[in-house]
């Protein structure tokens, strides 16, 4: 087979230590594998003696052969040839690739593993057929690993590779893919220019108690685009479009009265039940990562606030995004104070690592740690001065959308959103919002809430969250009995409940105050 027609989609890593492949049997496991869709074969024995992995090599070479997917051996170049496989897969510090090429010949399959921009780069210009990228997460199976790039460290790989013009070169990435997740990654890692062609897995499937049952659903999973995305295509988004567009998805969500759960802050539990309650949709403040798949089930949108965030807060946080993800219900991160304590960069990193957000919300400090900006000084959890002009700030949220392929807002006095193609700014709003306890974290609410209706375009949903909420807020103001923070906040919910009653009786002139460009 030429190793262009090769498909990396479903790539098995065999692994025959205890702790992954148990008492089952190596040889029976990869069967069961190739038979359940696993594409191409990578047999990785660290240990074993040569005679012993030339045996095993021949015996899985029957196996895949007779299936019509390759087999490669790792490291290994002189067990490749003893066993006449299709290839192998060298590390960094194993034999080069243009040696290898030299032994095995045009026609082998010779995959290397990349981890940084240079060794993708190196390694496309020596004629490597793929490149194994990664590591992607955290993963116990291989010691040693070096660093954990994420799905954003894999797409730049594919960028670079794409603009230095090896199109050609096939790509997988591993470490830490599983079911859970692999859709995800899979859609985070494309770039524009150049998409992954598989995932390469270890314990995923040689772990499994049916190895089979595994590829099949990876296989699937594989093939289809994660729950969340939607088939949107980006039109372009006018100032008009949104503001005839927003009162009649207020209307919408008020009238399906779809439920926002809200795993929030100890701080405003209380005002953003209010919040969702005046906005029109249901509100459930639960902290409980337990019963996340059940009120999954019921079609509303989920809300994280990092804001008073333990240890066990985050596996709540990340059963329930897990459960939202699986059935593509709408997703909101604030991470509150992201930078201002290492446990809760940990907490972000943690959470953008386990899974989709489709907003991911904060003010100028939470967005730079969130965008990955080393060395962010953030003191408590209050917005602070802005270090950034607005122009740089427009670059950040635009490239950050981009690269995660979300939402972004950076809130401020002038907020800035982006789904990484169509950017706005929002001048609408009033002081006191940054006089009072709870303002950016309801502010998630109301998105969230308006994501719940609006699920085709959710920079759209966002859009009327944010108008709706920052004209309550100005229309509240400048009311007669407002004479501060404190009498602000009733009239705040007063003025979102009547907008949201102005849009159920078609009443669409409160949006024609959006001051958005
Ligand atoms: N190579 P699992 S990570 C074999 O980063 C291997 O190069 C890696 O195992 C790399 O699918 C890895 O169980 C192990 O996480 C992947
Ligand atoms: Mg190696």
Known sequence: MPSKDVDYSCYLVTDSTPAILGDKDL??????????????????????????????????????KRAGVPLLINDRVDVALAAGVEGVHVGQDDLDLKTTRRILGPDAIIGITANTLEEALEAARDGADYLGIGTVYATPTKENTKSIIGAAGVQQILTALASAGHDEVKTVAIGGINARNVQRIMYQCASPEKKLDGVAVVSAI???????????????????????VTPVSRGKLTRDELVAKAPVIVKRMA????????????????????????????????????EAADLAALGGSLVI??????????????????????????????????????????????????????????????IRTVSGAQGVKQHGVDSGASQLSLEDRIRLVKGTAARERNIILMTGSTDVISDGERTFTINNGHPYLGEITGSGCTLGTTIASMMAAEREDKLLAALT??????IAAERAGVREE??????????????????RQECVNNETRWAQTAKVD
């Open 255 to 290: 009238q399906a009265k779809p439920l926002c759960h809200n795993m929030t802050n100890l701080v405003v539990q209380n005002f953003a039940a209010n919040v969702a309650l005046a906005v029109g949709s249901s509100p459930i403040m639960s902290n409980n990562g337990l």
């Open 305 to 366: 606030n990092m804001g008073t965030t333990t240890p066990e807060m985050r596996e709540n946080h990340l059963r329930a995004l897990a459960a939202y993800n699986a059935v593509g219900s709408p997703t909101l991160l604030d991470p509150v104070g992201a930078g201002a304590t290492a446990h809760r960069r940990e907490g972000v990193k943690a959470l953008m690592a386990g899974g989709f957000f489709d907003v991911i919300k904060g003010n100028e400090g939470e």
């Open 482 to 499: 407002v004479k501060g923070p404190g009498t602000f906040v009733p009239a705040f919910i007063d003025e979102l409940y009547r907008i």
């Open 206 to 228: 040689m772990a499994s108690d049916d190895p089979k049952d595994a590829t099949q659903h990876l296989c699937k999973l594989i093939s289809q685009p994660p729950p969340f």
């Open 465 to 470: 969250g944010i108008l709706m909420y920052e």
């Open 27 to 64: 040889v029976a496991v990869v069967k069961a594998a190739v038979e359940g869709g696993a594409t191409i074969v990578q047999y990785r024995d660290k240990t074993s003696e040569t005679a012993e992995l030339v045996q095993v090599a021949k015996q899985l070479h029957q196996i895949t």
